[in-house]
């Protein structure tokens, strides 16, 4: 899937700056840049829930925005949690809704250990449990692009770590494009990262881009990078 020249202003505000992105078929890329930036903006605008943006988004050479609406929506799905909320509506319903291709959910139900709050209603839930069941009624959808905005927020450690592996195993069958501000967890869970700012990708690579001089200048701010007990390079934000 490929986003090409993309510009987008809100009002005379402009927003992304001829901005190209390729996304392979497979595994995870993130992007990762500062509050306010534009990069909810590009995830609608490549998920086609805004459309009046110059330049084009293709799937296998085709514009996106020509397909029918049911073929899309089995090429992308998308999560953010802001957008989301079901009040009374029951945490079975909500994932019933989701599940166009019949799948059975229960296991991943169960690996998040909702199986008890099924029929309890979306308010009920704590906010990690609403940001777990809306990231899962995301995956159900089982398309082949998941475009996930801020999927680790409100995650404690064992829920963050349940949902890594689960986008691990199912990267081997689809594509994550990833929006957070967890850098850390991204720099361990992405197999390509895309630094941003001024609406522009300004940095492309694997994981190893992540240091302190490249985050430094995408956020005005101080890194440090150093390798943990197991020689994976750890990065903190430091005051
Ligand atoms: N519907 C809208 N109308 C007008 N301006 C908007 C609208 N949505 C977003 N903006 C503005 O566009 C800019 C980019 O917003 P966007 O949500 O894409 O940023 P972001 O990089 O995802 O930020 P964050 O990391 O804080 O979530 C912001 O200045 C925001 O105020």
Known sequence: ???????????????????????????????????????????????GQIQDYKGQVSYRNTDFLSMPIKQRSQLVSYFNQRERVYGLISVRSILDMSNQQNIDYMEFVNYFGLADKLDESFNNLSGG?????????????????????????????????????LIRFRKQYQSFFIVDHDIDTLAMLSDWVLLYKNGMIVNGGDPSILDSRNLGYVFNTNFQTYFDGTGHKRLVQYF
């Open 1 to 47: 899937m490929e986003a090409r020249n993309i510009s987008y202003s809100y009002d005379d505000n402009l927003i992304i700056n001829n901005l190209s992105v390729a996304l392979p078929e497979r595994g995870v890329t993130s992007l990762i840049g500062p509050n306010g930036s534009g990069k909810s903006t590009l995830l609608k605008i490549m998920t």
């Open 129 to 165: 449990q609403q940001q777990v069941l809306l990231v899962l009624s995301v995956l159900i959808e089982n398309t082949n692009y998941v475009f996930l905005d801020e999927p680790f927020n409100n995650l404690d450690p064992l829920y963050k770590a349940k949902l890594v592996n």
